[in-house]
């Protein structure tokens, strides 16, 4: 039978997004089929979520700029944009704190639908379906504290997700994570008991000053398409923080 019409639900049924689930079931027909259903079944439910971040006023709006620190920034070598994120000052915790679980909980679907959308287009523009984004972390000045909050409040989102795992698999195809604490790669190490075995490959740490985190990232990323916060030669500013030198 062909596809439901309309981009929201058709997108399901694309091959990169069957492929997705396919993977994270092991192969198996039967089992990535009721995976991929369920899926769908709750993202349909999540719009509602996203739509309620569109609807909230303009003061809940600049918290959420004030909490948050990453956006989407240059290429990667397939033609995708980049994920950065600046996790010290990325107060998740602090955002819940000020507004409400339930609030946080429909920025952050707003802001995976709306990236998700842009792999979306990206790669409709390239003619080639893209399997995630890469991502990358600076853990700079990262505190134990914060550590325990994301933990935390990354579990609290995970159940609410069907069997527990992120109804987009590969969302993210890489994350590379530099200037990484001692703590928090402590913490990983207790975590990513949690996540499944796929997902937990695809994060690579990077303690401070690792020369093989660049070497790493550039892989996948053009030095020229990096912004000089972390290590990069953009000439571009990154708009989320000041972009100044970095170790990572």
């Known amino acids: 039978e062909p596809p439901p019409p309309g981009k929201w639900r058709s997108q399901h049924f694309t091959r990169v997004r069957l492929l997705s689930h396919l993977r994270a079931r092991d192969h198996k027909v039967d089992k990535a089929a009721e995976r991929a259903a369920a899926c769908v079944v709750f993202l349909d439910s999540v719009v509602g979520q996203a739509r309620a971040f569109e609807l909230a006023t303009a003061e809940m709006s600049r918290l959420c700029d004030k909490h948050v620190h990453l956006g989407l920034f240059g290429k990667d070598r397939r033609g995708a944009a980049v994920l950065y994120c600046r996790m010290a000052q990325h107060d998740l915790s602090g955002l819940v704190k000020r507004t409400s679980f339930e609030f ?15 792999l979306y287009a990206e790669s409709e523009r390239a003619g080639v379906g893209f399997m995630g984004r890469t991502c990358v972390l600076d ?49 990983w190490n207790t975590a990513k008991s949690f996540f499944p075995a796929q997902d937990v490959a695809r994060v690579h740490l990077f303690k ?40 990572c």
């Open 139 to 187: 853990l700079r000045n990262l505190s134990l504290r914060a550590v325990k909050g994301i933990l935390e409040l990354g579990l609290r989102q995970m159940a609410q997700w069907p069997d527990k795992q992120h109804p987009l698999p590969e969302s993210l195809s890489q994350m590379f994570c530099c200037n990484v604490p001692w703590a928090a790669a402590q913490f």
């Open 208 to 247: 401070a000053g690792d020369p093989t985190f660049m070497a790493e990232l550039l892989k996948h990323v053009a030095i020229e398409e990096v912004p000089p916060s972390f290590g990069g030669t953009s000439v571009e500013p990154w708009d989320f923080g000041s972009d100044v030198s970095s170790t």
């Open 104 to 118: 946080y909980i429909s920025y952050d679907w707003y802001q995976t639908l709306l990236f998700q959308d842009a």
